[in-house]
């Protein structure tokens, strides 16, 4: 195997691992905040939902601009997926639950379990993108492309960790918690990076599906928990503002950045 090669595999993979390691980054305020009354919760957890939503959105739309189909049946599926991933998972935890004889206090909230699988799968496109562009950089006899790619997924992944986070700390999960959890969502990036990189050609059509499969498991569970308990416990004008709040940093992240419409 040629060394320039196995070279391009070790250095994506560093990449990649950056890329999860800066999602921890967001989650590091959290030790300064000790604890978060029920409607302070509530609001953190419809900034949350708000930078879900946004992610989620530009995810499905980028996706749509990438699909090479003239239909994006790819992209329909992906989604279809993505929310039928968070409703086992959903079904899966709560019939766990109701049989284990684990201690509540050290069980993560179904709410916190369903944040993580999702972010967890928000976060394998992102990998496979740090990828491509290493890949497809690669291809041009320099690796210039890729840094800019794992570079600005590293920045776009601070503003994730922070909502994560967020929605953790509203579910009296511990700061250190959040930031290992946080690190954890993102931990597929490098895993999906290695073999993207080695099999471009493969792995660049799926982009598609895998980014509406994000999407799609992340709007499900800002529209079936986030928002329904942020009403609950702060009520609906405190739940639009954090909402519509956290959906602009989250776009702003994201433009500036150049994730949307550059990185992959």
């Known amino acids: 195997m040629d060394n320039a090669f196995i070279l391009m595999l070790i250095i994506t993979f560093v990449g990649g691992l950056a890329t999860a390691f800066a999602t921890g980054i967001g989650a590091l305020p959290f030790y300064l905040i000790k604890d978060v009354p029920k409607r302070t919760g509530a609001i953190l957890s419809a900034l949350a939902a708000g930078m879900m939503a946004a992610?989620?959105?530009?995810?499905?739309?980028?996706?749509?601009?990438?699909t090479q189909l003239n239909i994006p049946i790819d992209l329909a599926l992906g989604v279809l997926a993505g929310i039928a991933f968070l409703q086992l998972t959903e079904h899966h935890i709560t019939k766990r639950q109701q049989t284990t004889s684990s201690r509540?206090?050290?069980?993560?909230?179904l709410t916190s379990i369903l944040i993580v699988a999702a972010m967890t799968a928000h976060s394998l496109p992102?990998?496979?993108a740090v990828g491509v562009g290493f890949g497809s950089a690669a291809q041009s006899h320099t690796l210039a492309f890729g840094y800019a790619v794992c570079i600005a997924i590293a920045i776009h992944n601070i503003p994730e960790g922070l909502a994560i986070g967020l929605a953790l700390r509203a579910q009296d999960v511990s700061p250190t918690r959040c930031v290992a959890w946080s690190i954890f969502t993102s931990l597929p990036q490098p895993l999906a990076a290695v073999p993207a990189a080695a099999m471009v050609w493969l792995f660049e059509p799926l982009l598609s599906a895998g980014m509406g499969f994000a999407g799609?498991?992340?709007l499900a569970l800002v529209l079936t928990h986030?928002?329904?308990?942020?009403?609950?416990?702060?009520?609906?004008l405190p739940t639009l503002?954090?909402?519509?709040?956290g959906a602009i940093v989250?776009?702003?992240m994201m433009i500036l950045t150049g994730f949307v419409?550059?990185?992959m």
């Open 216 to 218: 799609g498991a992340m």
């Open 104 to 109: 509540p206090a050290r069980r993560l909230t």
């Open 126 to 128: 992102e990998g496979i």
């Open 261 to 263: 419409g550059h990185t």
């Open 55 to 66: 992610a989620s959105v530009l995810l499905i739309t980028e996706a749509s601009r990438r």
């Open 226 to 236: 986030l928002l329904p308990e942020s009403v609950r416990d702060a009520g609906r």
């Open 241 to 245: 503002a954090a909402t519509t709040a």
């Open 250 to 252: 989250m776009t702003t």
